[in-house]
């Protein structure tokens, strides 16, 4: 590696037009990590790394037919380790090169960029201040265990990329005085002896911590960047529309860890981050706000929080933003001690009542900027450390992170049932739909509560109304904004809805006499290839119930999510993106009859078996009049590095989503309405072939189950500490009880990602009309992004390294059979792709991330063969700790060089 190294391959490679590796940072990087193996393991270590490093590039160079892998002779186990962490850290280092330059990632379309092209399709800027006054934007971070990287790994690859932004302004030194060259080589050394994996399973106080540092270090202070550079673009101070949002500490589904004490943990450790950054804050605008009176007026409202602060010290007598300051801190350091039982970091000098609500504390903070305004031109009046921390407080109120709840829709019908049992309304399972939504809306416009405290209720039933009881008391802490939706998993019809309405109402947190009814949206969740086919009529029974609908208009809004995982694994991808679209589009069909405005919340993970794919191509492809200013997405596992690990790709990919929504709500249709008639018809019939091809592979194949079980490290993955929740929903070894993320992560490591496109390109191959197709490719932007994550997927997956994983199969005849399948769909897939968008090679028209795929293939084939060969010891009962340490090194390296495998 080093100069002969990393920097050879990446010199390499750089002709290509526009290639990534032209990026000096890697070929920079790479040689400092070059350095740094030598320098811990000696050159002989070096050189044996270097020579399979070499061999490998040669390989895919075409300079040599011999193929790569795993030698005992040339590295014993200890240096197996060396070797897998030394491709693996390259990777890494590869990526955040990648993530600097902004390419081979999303498109970088930021709003100024979107207001323009808007503009020039005649839609005014006006529009767009109006369509935000009204907007809603959430990246809401969940614990999905894709991440396979300890958070110590990242922290040193995230000052890593601070060092590389100081060497970029020409800095020598740090403002410790370290120089940066020494500074970045000391944190790659630093990585280079940090143990990647960790030793014991997460619990979800860890991965509350985790996402907390996001949200506190990078969310925070990136929100009022934006927001000023927004308000700079509109002809108005924009609404605080783009919030935060998290599902940790709250996600109950499949997870038996999650309980009360652990959403009272996520919000009060948020609420306290929160809470101190504002005192932090305060503090310093104290500092910073010395204005007289005797030099400049200020507003009565400003006085009067001065005389109200307590604060009699002569010397800042005519100072009244000094001590209304002094005031704000002392009444927002009771509300921290209220909320967490301490005293704050820096205690204040008065004592005063603490602060009701985030509302109360923003009308003080607007009374010091608009006298501010008022007085001296105005110059004081936008922006500075004022208008920033007014901006935290309108998007973040007390709580930082609206917590999201979520619970499967069989535990809610078990508990409802046995509230109903115990109070002696029958049993309700056995009832017909009809039978129980008549009984669920009887006792929610019923004054009695179900429960009674002198009886004894399930293990299960007590856990789910303490965590009713739980969200009721942050909504009395914390403000509502806190908890607004409950996510129901498995929802198939509207007694799912109102049995979480039943849980809500027994914490006081849905009353039938008040406006709106519940505290808390119940939010169906529709997964499956059949649930989002029964969605449409599902809401329209749902909103034709007057007191839904009524709670929907008074709320605002209806949110309804839509789940990619487990749709992809029930119907493979093409089907599983073509039925989201469709239902989509018939919801909002649904909602416009019903009066109601729409809310998606889309369910996405990283891989594209999983809905991940560029946020920006993803919501702009959504179907017209489904957006509308509001969208939620889910973030999670390695994708929250990647977006949103430093503030600068935070808020590049902030941007990227911000600008998507205003052009997937307000850019004109282009194109003939009876176009999209025929690209419609052309979908349906693509997407039923692709159906039956996938259901017939994975579902209808004999001895499908146990060829991927052990062709793939599916049981190697499990034992990676990456996640507080089983790989299973139940002990069941069927494929349908399996989560999507270990079922699409395997098909990854074995290099297949087959949930990315198997069913997809025979049942194109098979569509008669060509032209058509292209016709599509050249002008719907939903079957471009289409084409276009399944031309990425095709591009890392590689047959031949993953017939090696063959040798793992025991019935080797099955194996074949089933990999010839396999192998004879992808070249059906790969050829028809290319044929329908003109390309002679795959991403020829996307020369950066296929500069950047092919940067890393090098690096990952020898990651798999040595996979391979260490399952196949572990699994013949070697009892090495070594192996399996060498395993999951494998499947962390590879992940870390595919960057979207889970």
Known sequence: MGAA?????SAAVSAQPGSISQNAD????????????????GQSLFERIESIRAGSVDRYRGITRTTPGYSPELLDLDDTLSFVRSFMLFSMLANLAEDRQGRATENNVDVAAALQKLAAAGVPVEAAAGLLEHSLIVPVLTAHPTEVMRKSMIDHRNRIAELM??????????SSGDVIEQAILRQIALLWQTRPLRRERMQVRDEVEIALAYLRDVFLPVLP???ARWDRLLPRRASSFLRLGSWIGGDRDGNPNVLAESLHYALGSASRALLNAYLTQIHALGKELSVSTELAAANPEVAALADASGDTYVGRRDEPYRRALIGIYSRLAATYTAFTGQAPPRLPTQTLPAYASPQELRADLVALARSLADHGAGLLASGGALGRLIRQVEACG????????????????RVVAELLARAGCGDYLAMSEDERVRLLRRELTSSRLLTNPYLEYGAETQSELAIAHAAAAAHAQYGPQCITAYNISKCESVSDLLEVQILLKEAGLYRAAEAG?????AVPLFETIGDLERAPEIMREWLSLPEVRAAALARGCQEVMVGYSDSNKDGGYLTSVWSLNQATRALAAV?????????????????????????????????RGTVQGRIRITEQGEIIAAKYGTRETAAASLESIAAATLLASLEPESGDSPGEARFFDAMAGISAGAFERYRALVYGTEGFKTFFRQFTPLLEIATLKIGSRPASRTKSDRIEDLRAIPWVFSWAQARVMLPGW????QALAAFGDRALLREMAQSWPFFQATLSNMEMVLAKSDLQIARRYLTLVEDQSLGAEIFGRIESAWKTTHDVLLDITGQSRLLEKNPALDASIRLRMPYIEPLNLLQVELIKRHRAGEADPRVQEGIQLSINAVAQALRNSG
Request: aromatic content about 10%.
């Open 26 to 41: 890697i070929r920079y990087l790479g040689r400092l990590l070059g350095d740094v193996i030598r320098a811990y393991g």
């Open 758 to 761: 198997y069913g997809a390109g």
């Open 225 to 227: 960047q934006l927001y």
């Open 591 to 623: 909602f416009a009859t019903a009066g109601v405005r729409m809310q998606i919340f889309h369910g996405r993970g990283g891989s594209v078996g999983r809905g991940g794919g560029p946020a920006f191509d993803a919501i702009r492809a959504q179907p």
């Open 517 to 521: 009814g519940a505290a808390i949206m």
């Open 5 to 9: 190294g990393f920097l050879h391959y």
């Open 165 to 174: 932004a100081l060497r970029d302004g020409g800095a020598v030194e740090t």
């Open 398 to 413: 007390f709580h930082l992170a609206t917590v999201d709840l979520r619970q499967n829709s069989d535990v809610h019908a």
